[in-house]
């Protein structure tokens, strides 16, 4: 089983994606990806915008980006303009990160970013690395032959859309998933568990998950 929480979820999703195109065997059985990062290309996403600053801010995201794939965070007014991203890329008929498959609720109020704007140098730098399916996952060109998915998602939190679409993502390659969401969860929730109840109830409800698809009792 692989499993991680916000950056931690991001490896977790990319070492599946890479052990399942090196044929390892034995084959991972189960990834448990807990408000994961899941991408790099759009840092105006609903959530970003109306959860900015309840625990990770989008600046925050922005930088991390940059000093992963950069080594610095000089260009992180880029990343939250989605200036980093071409023009002709988010002109693109299929869309790498597609909102309309947002819960609707979600899209109250959001508005499109401009698809006119954007560094078509720092993209032609950084394309490789950004749409490197082991940085995101979600932009991979096939999510087919990865393990049982479990995804757990707050509404309070900028990383809650990504993760909303990378389970649409991995239900429509066919993979089972278990997408448990809270709508009033927060990011780094789970950290609380043996604080607040409504983080225990949530944590059981995972532990349940694994027992469940992991465990084999054998009289």
């Known amino acids: 089983m692989l499993s991680g929480q916000s950056a931690g979820g991001n490896l977790a999703a990319a070492i599946a994606l890479k052990l399942r195109d090196d044929e390892f065997q034995p ?14 290309l759009d840092f105006r ?5 109306q959860n900015d600053g309840l625990i990770l801010e989008r600046a925050g995201m922005a930088e991390a980006v940059g000093f992963y794939l950069e080594g610095n965070n000089n260009n992180k007014e880029a990343y939250l303009n989605n200036d980093h991203v071409s023009p002709a890329v988010k002109k693109m008929k299929v869309p790498y990160i597609d909102v309309t498959h947002l819960p609707s609720k979600y899209l109250v109020n959001y508005e499109k970013p401009s698809a006119e704007t ?9 394309k490789d690395k950004l749409l490197n399916p082991y940085f995101s996952p979600l932009v991979a060109d096939r999510l087919d032959g990865l393990p049982l998915s479990y995804m757990f998602t707050a509404k309070y939190d900028v990383l809650r859309d990504e993760g909303f679409l990378y389970a ?5 390659a066919g993979i089972k998933v ?8 927060i990011h780094a929730m789970l950290l609380f568990h043996e604080s607040l109840p409504e983080a225990d109830v949530v944590f059981q409800k995972l532990i349940k998950f694994m027992v469940d698809n992991l465990y084999v009792w054998k009289p």
Not at 29 to 40: A, D, E, N, R, T
Not at 118 to 126: H, I, K, P, R, S
Not at 168 to 172: C, E, F
């Open 168 to 172: 649409h993502r991995l239900r429509n």
């Open 118 to 126: 954007g560094n078509d140098t720092m993209w032609n730098e950084l």
């Open 45 to 49: 996403l609903p959530s970003m915008i």
């Open 27 to 40: 084959a991972i059985k189960m990834q448990v990806l807990i408000y994961p990062v899941v991408q790099g």
């Open 178 to 185: 278990e997408h448990d969401h809270s709508e009033i969860g």
